[in-house]
């Protein structure tokens, strides 16, 4: 089977994946079959590029990212209806669906213009074609499997609260950090906020004690601080 990939026959398809446009998804498909595979090994976590976003149903506009989340990227995914499932699984999809729809395109269209330049500018508009219509098929696709996502997420809320993490950034406070709470695996990573002026530095063991939804993070108490309430109650 892996001689095949090696005979001369293979050549067109190795020449097609390379050349642009179709080498700008190569390259994004590539890095997702490797972080799969690596998320499989339980090395990382498939929502390891999670943005938050509010909620909100429907369509999103730019002009109202000021308001709800100053990052560009959760704007864009607001825009395109891509919220709801770990931005992972929407860069694999988006990646695939541009790769086979630049890959016919340079296959059957853009390796009929002549190397160089012309070949190039030709690509461009073959891309920004490739990518939105990958992105709606996205939209699409996510569309349906959003609710278990949803679940998930509540279950992980359920699963975690009142269990001891350790704190990972280089403070905890009121407005700033990030916890680890292992899981047998890659560890699982949460926004968390202190309460109060209380500030955890970083290898400090807290409590998940709340679930902020609208924030998209938890309050923690020191463990000392946690296990001492729970012996008074």
Not at 7 to 16: A, I, K, L, S, W
Not at 190 to 212: M, P
Request: aromatic residues 10%; proline residues 4%; negative net charge.
């Amino acid at each position: 089977m892996f001689a095949l990939l090696l005979t001369e026959g293979m050549d067109p398809f190795y020449q097609n994946i390379s050349s642009f446009p179709t080498v700008f998804f190569t390259f994004f498909l590539l890095l997702s079959i490797f972080f799969w595979a690596v998320a499989v090994l339980g090395l990382v976590d498939i929502d390891i590029l999670d943005v938050d976003l509010p909620n909100t149903e429907g369509s999103f506009e730019l002009g109202e990212l000021s308001n709800a989340n100053p990052n560009v990227l959760a704007g864009l995914l607001m825009k395109f209806g891509l919220q709801g499932v770990p931005v992972t699984v929407i860069i694999t999809s988006i990646s695939l669906i541009g790769w086979i729809i630049s890959y016919y395109s340079v296959h059957y269209v853009v390796n009929l213009v002549p190397d160089g330049i012309l070949h190039f500018l030709v690509g461009i508009p073959v891309l920004l074609v490739a990518l939105l219509i990958a992105t709606l098929m996205t939209s699409v696709i996510i569309k349906p499997i959003r609710p278990l996502f949803k679940k998930a997420q509540q279950e992980t809320v359920k699963h975690v609260l009142g269990k001891t993490a350790i704190v990972r950034t280089s403070k905890v406070d009121h407005e700033f950090g990030e916890v680890i709470l292992e899981d047998g695996g890659a560890g699982l990573i949460f926004k968390v906020r202190a309460c109060g002026d209380e500030v955890f530095k970083k290898g400090d063991k807290v409590v998940l004690l709340e679930y902020l939804k609208e924030e998209h993070l938890y309050r923690v108490v020191s463990e000392q601080e946690f296990l001492g309430s729970s012996v008074d109650t």
